[in-house]
């Protein structure tokens, strides 16, 4: 399996529209989480099957780990998730996705791949085209996560989203975990490896105002 994918790539110009709520959930009317490069979705089914008041969404560009996670989906019979494959940001920039972002609750970018070398920045999953896209489409107190255990990585995601006026940044420790998507405070799959490995986490939460 191929760990990094470009995603400038024209393989992922076609795009897998997201259905309606109503395809994807039982109740459509839940709070909704969108996890983007979610990869086989172990964080999303951890959180789905404990947290049965909200619906999660995944999206992920490698198509296989998709394919994978969608017959999980179905064998267990799990009513409030989905997953989404390609490119997160052609998927959200599509005119029939607008519906459904105004419906998201948070969003969570965790762990994202760090392209170190700087002409292989673009194919960062933030970018401020793509931050001024939600920026406009979230409702006012919808709220972005974000983790990364680079560091370099996380002022280049802090500054393309503090430089948008639309989000400010939430003092972690004014923030209640509890009402979130996340009130157990599950680790994702890379997040557990940093933590055994002992390496440092960088995170901040922004909310659309
Ligand atoms: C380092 S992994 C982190 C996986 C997981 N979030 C975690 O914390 O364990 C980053 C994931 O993002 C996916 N990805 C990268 N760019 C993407 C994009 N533009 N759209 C959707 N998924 C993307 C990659 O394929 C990969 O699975």
Redesign the pocket.
Known sequence: MRQH?N?LSKNFKEIERIPSLMEMFVDPKLNLHL?????AGK?LFDLALLNTSWNYLG????EK?VQTAKVKVQEKEIKNLYFVF????NILNDVQSKTFIENIRSISF????PWFKKRHYKRR?IQPEFINILSYSLKKGSLIFIKTDVKDLFEYMDYTISSNSNFKTIDKKDFNYSESFNPNKLK????KYVIVNQLDIFERIYQKV
């Not at 996890?35 to 990869?39: F, R």
């Not at 999206?59 to 490698?62: G, K, L, S, T, Y």
């Not at 994702?188 to 997040?191: F, G, K, L, Y």
Request: a negative charge; one cysteine or more; charged letters at 25%.
């Open positions: 994918v995603p996890d983007i490069g979610c990869a964080f999206i992920e560009i490698r780990l390609g490119n997160a940001h965790n762990f994202p791949d999953v994702t799959n890379r997040e």
